[in-house]
Nanobody
Framework: QSHLVESGGGLVQPGGSLRLSCTASGFQFVAYDMGWFRQAPGKEREGEGV???????????YYEDSVKGRFTNTRDDAKSTVYLQMNSLKPDDTAVYYCATALVLHNQCVPDGKYWGQGTQVTVSS
């Protein structure tokens, strides 16, 4: 059985930092682009990723404009894990963050529909 498990969410003050982790099992992690998608309170989950990272061999990384310079997406293939380091957090970043297998395209990243995690809550509030 294939799984993606996120962790690292929580409550943080504006300007603070969090690091999300997503660990994969049951499928060939190294062959997949991976993405982070979010669902803000009262809204549907966004169809485009906040950030995606391609396979290590591709070297591609995508960031939505709103998070450029604040979020960093990395992966550790030996641990089948992707990380999202989130700095300078803003109240608008409050959402459930989902990890999923994805496709890194020229100007966006989208889920490939194969694997999703259960989500982790990030709340930015004073």
């Amino acid at each position: 059985q294939s799984h993606l498990v996120e962790s690292g969410g929580g409550l943080v003050q504006p300007g603070g930092s969090l690091r999300l982790s997503c660990t994969a099992s049951g499928f060939q992690f190294v062959a997949y682009d991976m993405g982070w998608f979010r669902q803000a309170p009262g809204k549907e989950r966004e169809g485009e990723g906040v950030s995606c990272i391609g396979t290590t061999s591709s070297g591609r990384t995508y960031y939505e404009d709103s998070v450029k310079g604040r979020f960093t997406n990395t992966r550790d293939d030996a641990k089948s894990t992707v990380y999202l380091q989130m700095n300078s957090l803003k109240p608008d970043d409050t959402a459930v963050y989902y990890c999923a297998t994805a496709l890194v395209l020229h100007n966006q990243c989208v889920p490939d529909g194969k694997y999703w995690g259960q989500g982790t809550q990030v709340t930015v509030s004073s």
